[in-house]
Nanobody, 127 residues
Framework: QVQLVESGGGLVQAGDSLRLSCAAS????????MGWFRQAPGKEREFVAA?????????YYADSVKGRFTISRDNAKNTVYLQMNSLKPEDTAVYYC???????????????????WGQGTQVTVSS
């Protein structure tokens, strides 16, 4: 099992940037896919970004964040990051980090494919 702890959320204005961190502990070597999801009030949890370390670094993004968000992973620190630029009010949500023991090359966007989750960190973007 992998334990995940997110940090870096906060209240910012539209156009600002934030960097979220997800520190992993436990069986981190088995985390083949790492993902970020978000959930706004009254909405379902939605995919934001994923990173798979297989034959190099493979990253995937939701259309709504493509070009603005960047996911990265520092294996030496067992940490995954989500750099969020040009934030918009519609980015407001609780952001969750997730880990899977498999290479989710075709299902990285599905929350039910991830076995470990963090507690979430709130991101609020004011207009």
């Amino acid at each position: 099992q992998v334990q995940l702890v997110e940090s870096g959320g906060g209240l910012v204005q539209a156009g600002d940037s934030l960097r979220l961190s997800c520190a992993a502990s436990g069986r981190t070597f088995s985390s083949r896919t790492m993902g970020w999801f978000r959930q706004a009030p009254g909405k379902e949890r939605e995919f934001v970004a994923a990173i798979i370390m297989w034959s190099g670094v493979n990253t995937y993004y939701a259309d709504s964040v493509k070009g603005r968000f960047t996911i990265s992973r520092d294996n030496a620190k067992n940490t995954v990051y989500l750099q969020m630029n040009s934030l918009k009010p519609e980015d407001t949500a609780v952001y969750y980090c997730a880990a899977s023991t498999t290479y989710l090359s075709t299902s990285y966007y599905a929350p039910n494919r991830y076995g470990s989750w963090g507690q979430g960190t709130q991101v609020t973007v004011s207009s």
